[in-house]
C-alpha cells in the first residue's frame, strides 16, 4: 500500500466517533484529501472544533450529533446520505469504548451491555445502513476500528476484547460477500494511541510515550484511497502492513 496522501476530491465519507482522538484526526486528514466529511459523535463541542478547522483549511463538513446507542438514528443517517447524494464513498466506524479494565467476573451487567451496545451492535446497525451505498460508489472504502486487544485476549480487557473480536469478524463476514464489487472492507489495529481511552485504560502510563492519534490518522489514511485494492484483512498501523486472520492450527 502507498503512503502517497489519495486524492479524494468529490468523494463523500462518514466518520463515526469524530469529536476527539483518532477519529478527528482521521476526519480531518479525509478533509484536507478533498473528502465531504460526515462527522458523527454526542460531543457537539468537538464536532464543531473539527468542522472550524475543516473549514479554515479549505474543506466542507456535515455535523451529526448522534449518540450510536441510538439504532433509529443511525438507520435515519443511511436514508439522509441516499436522499442528498445518492452513494457514500469511504466510511470509518471508529466510536468505541472501553468500558472497564475488570475482571470478568466483577463486570456490572449494564457495562457490559453498553460495550457490545456501542462498539458491535452501533458497528453491525451502521455497516447495514450503509452497505447499499458503499456499493453504490465506484470505489466504495470501509475501515472497521478493531484493537490488538481483540487478538491478545489479555486478562481484565474482557468486554472490549470480546467487542473488538466480534467487529472484526463482521468486517470479514462483509469483506468476503462483497469481494467481487469494487467495495474493500479492513479492519485496523490502531495500536497503543495517545487518547483519552487510552488514558482510561492505562492510567500511570505516560501519554507522552505514545504516538500523537494525528500520526495513526494519516497511517490510516490510505486505506480510504480509490487505488486500495486489499479487502477482509487487518491493517496494523504499527507495523505498517496488512495481516490476514489466521485460523488457530
Ligand atoms: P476516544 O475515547 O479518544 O474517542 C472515542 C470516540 O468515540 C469519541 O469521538 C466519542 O465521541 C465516540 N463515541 C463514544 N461513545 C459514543 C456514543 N455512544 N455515540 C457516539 N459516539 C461515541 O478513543 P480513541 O480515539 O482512542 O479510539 C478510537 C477507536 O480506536 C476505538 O474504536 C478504539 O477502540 C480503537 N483503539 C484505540 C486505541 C488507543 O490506544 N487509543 C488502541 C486500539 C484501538 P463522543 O464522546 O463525543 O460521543
Redesign the pocket.
Known sequence: MTDKKPDLKGRLALV?????????FLAKELAACGAHVIA?????G??EELDDEIKTAGGEATLVP?????MAGIDRIGGAIHERWGKLDIMV??????GVIAPLGHVEAKVFE?VM???VT?TWRLIRTVDPLLRASDAGRAIV?????AHSARAFWGP?AAS?AA?EAMARSWADETKNMPLRVNS???????????A??MPGEDPAT?PH?SE?AAKILPLASPELTETGLIFDVKKNHFTRYQMPQ
Open positions: 463515526t466517533g469524530a469529536s476527539r482522538g483518532i477519529g478527528y458523527v459523535a454526542r460531543t457537539v468537538g464536532l448522534l449518540d450510536l446507542t441510538d466506524a471508529n466510536a468505541g469504548i472501553l453498553k451496545n456501542i462498539n452501533g476500528m478493531s484493537s490488538g486487544a472490549y473488538k467487529v485496523v489495529n490502531p495500536g497503543a494511541t495517545r487518547t483519552a481511552m487510552r482510561q485504560a505514545l492519534p495513526v
